[in-house]
Nanobody
Framework: QVQLVESGGGLVQPGGSLRLSCAASGSIGGIKNMAWYRQAPGKDRELVASITRNIGTNYADSVKGRFTISRDNTKNTVYLQMNSLKPEDTAMYYC??????????WGQGTQVTVSS
């Protein structure tokens, strides 16, 4: 079992920045990939960014150049640095972990609101 706890969400003005954190605990040695997803009201959950154990990254086109995902394996934590935030980035952001056995785990989510 893997437990994921997100933090760092909040209200920010357009053009501002936030950094989300996701701390993993439990059977963390089995984690292969980690990712951030988001879900806005009335919309499907979508992949924002992902990172492999070997620090390979992938981003949604809508966030390329603005968001950066990183991973500290010594702290069992994944981060999402979000810059130049736009109102359309407003959503609940979820941390995701996939193990080598392809089990999938989700955090409880952290709300990001971009508004003036």
């Amino acid at each position: 079992q893997v437990q994921l706890v997100e933090s760092g969400g909040g209200l920010v003005q357009p053009g501002g920045s936030l950094r989300l954190s996701c701390a993993a605990s439990g059977s963390i040695g089995g984690i292969k990939n980690m990712a951030w997803y988001r879900q806005a009201p009335g919309k499907d959950r979508e992949l924002v960014a992902s990172i492999t154990r070997n620090i390979g990254t992938n981003y949604a086109d809508s966030v390329k150049g603005r968001f950066t995902i990183s991973r500290d394996n010594t702290k069992n934590t994944v981060y999402l640095q979000m810059n130049s935030l736009k109102p359309e980035d407003t959503a609940m952001y979820y941390c995701n972990a996939v193990t080598f056995l392809n089990n999938i785990y989700w955090g409880q989510g952290t709300q990001v609101t971009v508004s003036s």
